[in-house]
């Protein structure tokens, strides 16, 4: 019988607390970091279970206690879990505090195996994205006290600093909070003697469909976006990609993680069309998009 690991996303939608300067909440950190570590968990033959979210919407999530939590974690008989959450250094503007970190728990019997799993994790880790190593720390988590889950090991990662700038630009993205999740999986993996299954181009995200034909597309037509796409001010990547607040409002609302992209499947209405080389960029409210790149169809 496989493993089976519990993915906690620290915090909810709404909690009051940590979060970056301009706002970005602590909980969407969360969920895109635990979203990506169940994806490399499955593909590695893991069972999971998720804690603190439902889906990949961080916007809707309630923010159980603790002890629901554990309980969750208790009744179905986890093996491991591993928690996630982004630092803060409690100021209210950016700071140089930084650095990624891993947490077991200060009481010693409370740890069962989480120090060993912790070591093993946190060495994956700080071979990724160059950060501040922090090392391997002991707090009073709840979600860190593996006996009382009845649990093998459970670890609690602090990713990096939301008051940190360079930092929690780096949070915002797929690409690090899915890097962060790999090498937390492969840490889970040296822990309990898998093999660590790396992510195929065949299971990575790509664009819907590829051409040799170019679309046309047609100024007050609407077209439907086939991944995520940014948002750039200008028909080229050259071109500033915006942020979440430079969106219209109805891009906003289509914006389910904050970063200034476009979410899959939304619908868009043509403004303009540009072709810069061999792309096909289309103007809608909130901006540009590439709506032909590289010999790919991102909008149809």
Known sequence: MSKKIAIDAGHGSNTAGKRTPDGYREHWINVRCSYFFEKALKRCGFGTLRIGWDDTNAKDDSDPSIISRQNAVRAAGIDSVVSWHANHSGGKTWDNASGVETFIHITESKRQGSEKMAKLIHAELIKGTSQKNRGVKTGNFGMCNAT???????????????????????????????????????????????????????????????????????VGKNYTLQTELKVRTGPGTNYAAKTHGQLSAGGQSHDADGDGALDKGTVITCQEVRQAGEDIWIRCPSGWLAAYFNGHKYIV
Not at 148 to 155: F, I, L
Not at 165 to 177: R, V, W, Y
Not at 198 to 211: D, G, N, R, V, Y
């Open 148 to 218: 009382y889950m009845r649990c093998d090991a459970a670890v609690l990662i602090e990713v990096g600093f939301m008051s940190n700038q360079l930092e929690a630009g780096l949070m915002k993205t797929d690409k690090f909070c899915q890097e962060q999740a790999e090498d937390a999986c492969r840490g889970v993996c040296n822990y309990y003697g898998y093999k660590y299954v790396a992510e195929s181009s065949t299971t990575s995200s790509t664009p819907a469909e590829s051409s040799d034909q170019k679309p046309v597309y047609t």
